[in-house]
Nanobody
Framework: EVQLVESGGGLVQPGGSLRLSCAAS????????IGWFRQAPGMEREGVVC????????YYSDSVKGRFTISTDNAKNMMYLQMNRLKPEDTAVYYC????????????????????WGQGTQVTVSS
């Protein structure tokens, strides 16, 4: 059984940094796609940064390009989202997601492309 558990959220001042972690038990990092999504109150869940191992492509939302980075530690079954130069508009619940299906750029950012989801972690950017 695959379980994804996020951690690392919290309150941070504008301009600050946070690193979110996602522990992926039961998931094998072999021919996979992973993603970080976020959902603000009253808004739809949106893809932030996503990666597909088959194509080697990475998707970045325009709003986070140059500030957020996705990475994995396959040996530890972990994925990470490094968030720098945070802005108040980055405030949301952040979710990690994974699937064994290879994805292309146009499908990576779509939530229904993923089979496994974490429970979410709150990130609040405020002074």
């Amino acid at each position: 059984e695959v379980q994804l558990v996020e951690s690392g959220g919290g309150l941070v001042q504008p301009g600050g940094s946070l690193r979110l972690s996602c522990a992926a038990s039961g998931f094998t990092f072999d021919d996979y796609a992973i993603g970080w999504f976020r959902q603000a109150p009253g808004m739809e869940r949106e893809g932030v940064v996503c990666f597909s191992s088959g194509s080697g492509d990475t998707y970045y939302s325009d709003s986070v390009k140059g500030r957020f980075t996705i990475s994995t530690d396959n040996a530890k079954n972990m994925m990470y989202l490094q968030m720098n130069r945070l802005k108040p508009e980055d405030t949301a619940v952040y979710y990690c997601a994974a699937t064994y299906t290879g994805l292309i750029i146009s499908t990576m950012r779509i939530p229904t492309s993923y089979d496994y989801w974490g429970q979410g972690t709150q990130v609040t950017v405020s002074s």
